[in-house]
Nanobody, 120 residues
Framework: QVQLVESGGGLVQPGGSLRLSCAASGSIAIISAMRWYRQGSGKQRELVAAITGGAGTNYADDVKGRFTISRDGAKNTVSLQMNRLKPEDSAVYYC??????????????WGQGTRVTVSS
């Protein structure tokens, strides 16, 4: 019983900002890495940002300098601060995490997604 729940999506004007959050809960022993993916209309799902347990980060080229991923281990949460948003950032954003379940093995889990729309 592990669940990832995203929040913070919505409608924002170009140049604006949003902060997405993802909370993991359930029978969790360890979370080794957390990630944000996105999928725009008619596009493949792509990795936006990732953060390791040691707080190392990676970003897609088109979001570098605009997006920041961070993690609160005590809360089992990961956030994505998105600044200077562009229409091409519009997508459903998904949280992803590699989780060791208590008494079980490693699984990659996905949240349900939260929609971000950047439009005038």
């Amino acid at each position: 019983q592990v669940q990832l729940v995203e929040s913070g999506g919505g409608l924002v004007q170009p140049g604006g900002s949003l902060r997405l959050s993802c909370a993991a809960s359930g029978s969790i022993a360890i979370i080794s890495a957390m990630r944000w993916y996105r999928q725009g209309s008619g596009k493949q799902r792509e990795l936006v940002a990732a953060i390791t347990g040691g707080a190392g980060t990676n970003y897609a080229d088109d979001v570098k300098g605009r997006f920041t991923i961070s993690r609160d281990g005590a809360k089992n949460t990961v956030s994505l601060q998105m600044n200077r948003l562009k229409p091409e950032d519009s997508a459903v954003y998904y949280c992803n995490a590699d989780i060791l379940r208590i008494g079980s093995t490693w699984y990659t889990h996905w949240g349900q997604g939260t929609r971000v729309t950047v439009s005038s």
